[in-house]
């Protein structure tokens, strides 16, 4: 889900509980917060803890799965987020992206995850997304990292051809796609779970269209929800779906901070 932000681009902590709990109302029973969608690299790290602070005020049924993402160019960031992730009872898990811009090696990318790993037993789903991040994790390294006990699954935004290698490498780890850009192919290709963005907007008619591809992979995605999508994915994506979330649920999560959303 996006990140609330006031018209000074302040972060706002009490209307990301506002759209939680609307999703809730809908039947939706996980929600990640701080992700990309989330615009995570905007925030501080004392904004990330301020965030978390607030979710800890949520009410939610039995069984719902609330992810925090954690990633920073520097490692010591990361962990020092992990570590407040591990304490909060209300995070049921963690989505672990890579350092933007960076481009670390693999093996650099290795000790990042373990040591990350090292602060906590929450599973940790990562988060591999080349086009954001200059980075790709190579699935051998994947491979490797395969032993972590807590190692939950991976978010793979590489595209179809990477998430068959994984899927046929790992037959047992979860692969989330990320998106609905594509999604029929990607659940062709091995994934099995969706992180969602248009869920947002649309969340009971996301969700019947995935379970529906999960039985029927090359089913098309139904009307009004194809129009929705295809309207909400032409523009760039975050200021579009922050536009719409008055219009659709009655709330609102504020706009981005620029330069994102300018030339809206």
Not at 6 to 21: Q, V
Not at 93 to 113: C, D, H, K, M, W
Not at 188 to 217: D, H, M
Request: aromatic share 6%.
């Amino acid at each position: 889900m996006p990140t609330a932000f006031a018209a000074n681009e302040a972060l706002e902590t009490a209307a990301p509980l506002k759209h939680i709990g609307w999703l809730i109302s809908k039947d939706i029973n996980s929600v990640m917060v701080c992700g990309s969608t989330g615009e995570q690299h905007s925030l501080s790290p004392a904004e990330k803890l301020e965030l978390l602070a607030a979710l800890g005020n949520l009410t939610t049924p039995q069984g719902f799965e609330l992810l925090f993402g954690a990633a920073s160019v520097r490692l010591r960031d990361t962990t020092q987020l992990v570590k407040e992730l591990q304490e909060a009872a209300h995070i049921t898990g963690i989505v672990l992206g890579f350092p933007p811009y960076i481009r670390p090696s693999q093996n650099e990318a290795t000790y990042y995850v373990r040591k990350v790993a090292d602060h906590t037993n929450k599973p940790i789903v990562l988060y591999n997304n080349p086009a954001r991040t200059g980075f790709n994790l190579a699935p051998e390294t994947l491979e490797k990292l395969s032993d972590l006990p807590n190692l939950a699954g991976i978010k793979e935004a590489a595209g179809p051809t990477q998430i068959k290698t994984i899927s046929e490498m790992l037959p047992h780890l979860p692969l989330y796609a990320g998106g609905e850009v594509g999604l029929s192919d990607s659940i062709q290709a091995g994934c099995s779970r969706l992180s969602s963005i248009g869920g947002n907007l649309y969340p009971q008619e996301v969700k019947t269209w995935f379970e529906t591809l999960l039985v029927q992979s090359d089913g098309p995605c139904p009307e009004p929800l194809h129009t929705q999508l295809t309207e909400l994915y032409s523009h760039q994506v975050l200021p579009r779906l922050k536009a719409e979330l008055p219009l659709v649920t009655g709330h609102s999560l504020g706009s981005c901070r620029l330069p994102l959303g300018a030339d809206s």
